[in-house]
């Protein structure tokens, strides 16, 4: 089978959660006997040698450039091109406008992967104003909520009035570019062959939102397993909790400062957190540990480079995620539970279904009270228990298994 595979970055790239999660796909696919060429929307180092072929779209990338219309635009370009394959998969949900006029004018089978939510949401978070779920699309209520996003993230970075109302304008504009893309998508919903959602959550999400259900599949992420190693913490006090992720409001990583001290100001002794991400939060963490007068009990680390991340899940006694937005599956969970690290989390999303009874997933917000669940998970009894499912958790997401549902799914497709 020829398969086009439309990357979101490219294979040798050390960006985010998806473009690890589609370097395995397309690698685990090879070892199926599968011709892939991947289209690379980041420059691949010259001299890389891969066992597929390797093909790069042009993204120009200007000043006011906007992500979706050059990706999309880069894929009409080659849409002949792409029509000669048995199956075009892209692992961008904001392709689905090219995507769906390749579906409608070459042979070719088309599927795009869900991984978030940007195929419905010009803010790919389903976060109304920042804090609630949304569950209506519409022109006065999406300029609405993207115009508050886009000051408020711009007035959290802590530049003057100036800057920050630069900064508010140009994310206003791109939002409101990336809106004209998500309607241009749904009409070209139905000329798309299939879906990949990560979890029933992101499934019902699109389902919602009017995305034929009988077109959806649900096919997990899987584990990489550089990060199978054995826990090296010892679930003692003091209890050293970690978060890894993006420093964003909707990832909660605003909150963790708060939660420390509440947690420390409640209970002895107190623990220690390290905090691992880039991101727009990192300037307000440190301000705040300051002033909650626990920087003594916080390391905010920044980047880490990804070989280095499994060491450092498997030194802490715990993992804490305390996002707002409906995580659509969450890479970082499968890392934690691939080193023994048990979870502490919110409700959101898929999280409750992935961590299982290797962790502790709350229904609480409120910061007090979440520091109160949190006591009810530190000792070491419970935290060694959870630490010891782990490994049960992860047989729905291992490589194998995961590698011949997508087999299976390009093989009905085609």
């Known amino acids: 089978m020829e398969i086009a595979f439309i990357h979101p970055s490219s294979p040798q790239s050390k960006g985010s959660g998806a473009t690890h999660s589609a370097t395995q796909i397309v690698e685990g696919l090879c070892t199926r006997g599968h011709d892939i060429t991947v289209y690379c929307t980041d420059t691949e180092p010259v001299g890389t040698k891969f066992e597929y072929d390797i093909e790069q779209l042009d993204l120009s990338n200007g000043r006011f450039s906007n992500f979706p219309e050059q990706l999309n635009a880069a894929i009409n370009q080659k849409r002949m091109e792409f029509g000669q394959y048995d ?18 004018t070459t042979s070719a089978s088309t599927m795009v992967t869900l991984n978030a939510y940007g195929g419905i949401c010009p803010r790919n978070d389903l976060l109304f104003m920042n804090d609630t779920d949304c569950d209506r699309a519409g022109i006065g209520r999406c300029v609405t909520c993207t115009a508050h996003e886009s000051l408020t993230r711009s007035k959290y970075e802590g530049k003057g009035v100036i800057e920050t109302s630069v900064r508010a304008a140009y994310r206003f504009q791109d939002r409101i570019r990336n809106y004209r893309k998500v309607r241009e998508g749904r009409r070209r919903v139905d000329h798309i062959s299939h879906f990949h959602a990560l979890s029933n959550h992101v499934k019902q999400k699109y389902r919602s939102f009017g995305f034929p259900e009988d077109q959806m599949s649900v096919i997990p992420n899987m584990v990489d397993q550089t990060f199978c190693m054995d826990h090296r913490s010892d679930f003692t006090e003091p209890y050293k909790l970690l978060y890894v992720g993006a420093l964003r409001h909707r990832k909660g990583a605003d909150q963790l400062v708060e939660f420390l001290e509440q947690y420390n100001t409640q209970f002895d002794p107190p623990v220690e957190l390290t905090v691992v991400g880039a991101g727009v939060a990192k300037t307000h963490l440190k301000r705040a540990a300051a002033s909650h007068g626990v920087e003594n009990n916080i390391r905010i680390e920044g980047h880490v480079p990804y070989e280095k991340l499994p060491a450092l899940y498997a030194e802490h006694d715990l993992f804490v995620y305390l996002g707002r937005w409906d995580e659509p599956f969450g890479r970082v969970f499968l890392e934690a539970l691939c080193t023994g690290t048990p979870v502490f989390a919110t409700n959101v999303g898929a999280v409750a279904e992935i961590v299982g009874e290797a962790g502790y997933v709350t229904d609480k917000t409120d910061i007090r009270e979440l520091a109160e669940e949190l006591r009810l998970v530190l000792n070491s009894q419970t935290l060694g228990q959870m630490s010891d499912r ?8 291992e490589p194998n298994q995961v590698i011949d549902q997508f087999d299976c799914l390009y093989r009905t497709l085609v």
């Open 87 to 104: 199956l075009v998969h892209s692992y961008l949900m904001r392709s689905i406008p090219s995507m769906g006029k390749i579906g409608a």
């Open 390 to 397: 782990t490994t049960e958790n992860l047989f729905p997401y």
